[in-house]
C-alpha cells in the first residue's frame, strides 16, 4: 500500500468517525442525555477496536490476496473470519466502556450479555461486510494497475529488443557497404584508398559511440552520416555533389541513430551508381517545437513506376505492401526483404549495377521498422518523385528535443 493510499484510507476512517459520533451524539442530546462524553466513548470504543481487529485479520488473510481471482473463494474465507471477529470485537469493546465508567465512578448499563452479543454481532456483520466488499474492490484496482504496469514493462522490453535487433542488424550492414567501397577504390587508387579507410575509421568510431542507444541528438545523427558521405564521395569523385541544409536550432532534436545513412546509401545505390553524370544531392533538417523533418534529395533519380512523375510514394511505418509503399518502387530500394543479398549490401563496383535491376535492400525497410517501434503512428517516412527527374525521401518525426 502506497502512503498516498495510506493517507486516504486514514481520512476515510476519520470522516467515518467523525459522523458516526455526531449522529450519535444527537441521539444522545433527543433522548435527554446531558454528559456527552458518553456517546463519544461508545462510537469510538466499537470504531477503535473494529479498526484494530480488521488491521489484524488483514495481516493474517494477507498471504490470501491471489484468491481475488476467484471471488467466491476470497469472499468464503473472509466470512469465514466472521464469527471470530464478532466473538472478539463484543467482549473487548464493551469491556473498554465498563473499565471508563468505572474510572469516573459510574456504571455502564446495557442488554442482557445474549441478546446483546446478537444485537451487535448483527450490526459488526453488516460493517464487516461492507469493509470486505470494499477491500475487494481495493485490491482488485491494485492487482488491475499492478497487471497492467506489468504489461506495460513487458511491452517495453519487448520494444527495445526489437530496436537492439533492428539496430544490429543495422551495424554490419553499414560497414560492409564501407568496406567494399574501400575494397572498389583499392583496384584504381590506392592512396584515396588509405585516405578512406582513415576516414572510415573515424565515422566507425563515432558508430560505436552510439552502438548502445536506440536514439541521439540530431548533431550525432549529422557526424555519422556526414563520414559516410566523405567515404562515398571519394569513391565518386567528380560525379556527386552534396549540399547541407541544416537547420541549427534542430540539432538537439533526437532522432533513430543511423536514420539518415540508409536514405542516402539509396541514392548512390540506385542512382549515382547508373550514371556518369553528375548528381547534386541536398541533405536537409528543418521543422518547428513539435515537428522535425528530414530529407535526402537528388536530382537524377527515377522510382520504378515511371507514372509517378509528381505524385507522392508514401511508405507507411511498419508496412510490407500498398501502392504508395513497397509497390512499384522497389528500384529505389523501398521494398521490405529481409534478406540481405548482393546489392542490398552494395558490393557492385562501379558500373557492375549499370545494367542489372537491385534487389530489395535492407536500409528503407529496417527504418521503416525503427519508426514504427519508435514513434508509431506520430512518424512518417515518404518517397516523392520529383520533375523531371529526382527522388525526395523524407522522414517526419516528433521532435524531443
Known amino acids: 500500500m502506497t502512503s498516498r493510499t495510506r493517507f486516504v484510507a486514514t481520512v476515510s476512517w476519520l470522516m467515518f468517525w467523525a459522523l458516526m459520533v455526531s449522529v450519535s451524539v444527537q441521539d444522545y442530546v433527543r433522548s435527554g442525555g446531558r454528559q456527552y462524553w458518553q456517546p463519544v466513548l461508545w462510537e469510538t470504543s466499537s ?13 493474517i488473510l494477507k498471504r490470501w490476496d491471489y484468491l481475488t481471482a476467484t471471488p467466491w473463494r476470497w469472499f468464503a474465507l473472509q466470512l469465514a473470519c466472521l464469527p471470530i471477529f464478532c466473538l472478539l470485537f463484543v467482549p473487548i469493546t464493551f469491556g473498554i466502556r465498563h473499565a471508563v465508567y468505572a474510572m469516573v465512578g459510574q456504571i455502564y448499563e446495557h442488554r442482557a450479555p445474549l441478546e446483546l452479543f446478537f444485537y451487535e454481532s448483527i450490526k459488526i456483520a453488516i460493517f464487516y461486510t461492507m469493509f470486505v466488499t470494499i477491500l475487494f474492490g ?13 504489461a506495460e514493462q513487458a511491452s517495453a522490453l519487448l520494444r527495445q529488443a526489437q530496436l537492439q535487433r533492428l539496430t544490429q542488424q543495422m551495424q554490419p550492414h553499414f560497414l560492409f557497404n564501407a568496406l567494399n567501397t574501400v575494397s572498389s577504390l583499392m583496384h584504381s587508387d590506392v592512396e584515396r584508398a588509405d585516405a578512406t ?8 568510431r563515432a558508430t560505436l559511440e ?6 541521439a541528438p540530431l548533431a ?20 556527386v555533389r552534396i549540399d547541407w541544409q541544416i537547420d541549427e536550432a534542430q540539432l538537439g532534436c533526437e532522432v533513430p541513430v543511423m536514420s539518415l545513412q540508409p536514405l542516402l546509401e539509396n541514392v548512390f545505390k540506385h542512382t549515382v551508381e547508373r550514371r556518369r553524370g553528375t548528381t547534386a544531392i541536398v541533405i536537409s533538417a528543418s521543422g518547428s517545437a513539435d515537428e522535425l523533418r528530414l530529407a535526402v534529395e537528388d536530382d537524377s533519380g527515377q522510382l520504378a513506376d515511371s507514372a509517378c512523375t509528381e505524385q507522392e510514394h508514401a511508405a507507411p511505418i511498419g508496412g510490407a ?4 509503399g513497397n509497390a512499384g518502387t522497389h528500384a529505389w530500394g523501398v521494398a521490405a526483404g529481409p534478406r540481405l543479398g548482393a546489392a542490398d549490401q552494395g558490393t557492385a563496383r562501379l558500373g557492375a549495377g549499370d545494367q ?26 515518404e518517397l516523392v518523385q520529383l520533375h523531371p527527374a529526382g527522388v525526395r525521401a523524407e522522414m517526419r518525426l516528433p521532435c524531443t528535443c
Do not use: C, H, W
Open 138 to 150: 481495493a485490491l482488485s484496482y491494485f492487482q488491475l494497475l499492478e497487471e497492467k504496469l506489468r
Open 197 to 204: 579507410l582513415i576516414q572510415l575509421a573515424d565515422t566507425l
Open 356 to 381: 542489372d535491376a537491385p534487389r530489395p535492400g535492407i536500409g528503407i525497410a529496417n527504418l521503416r521498422q525503427r519508426l514504427q517501434v519508435l514513434y508509431g503512428e506520430r512518424a512518417a517516412l
Open 47 to 59: 470504531n477503535v477496536v473494529g479498526l484494530v481487529l480488521m488491521i489484524g485479520m488483514r495481516r
Open 321 to 324: 505492401g500498398g501502392a504508395g
Open 220 to 239: 550525432t545523427e549529422l557526424r555519422l552520416v556526414r563520414g559516410y558521405a566523405r567515404v562515398m564521395e571519394e569513391r565518386y569523385a567528380d560525379r
Open 210 to 215: 552510439v552502438s548502445d542507444l536506440q536514439v
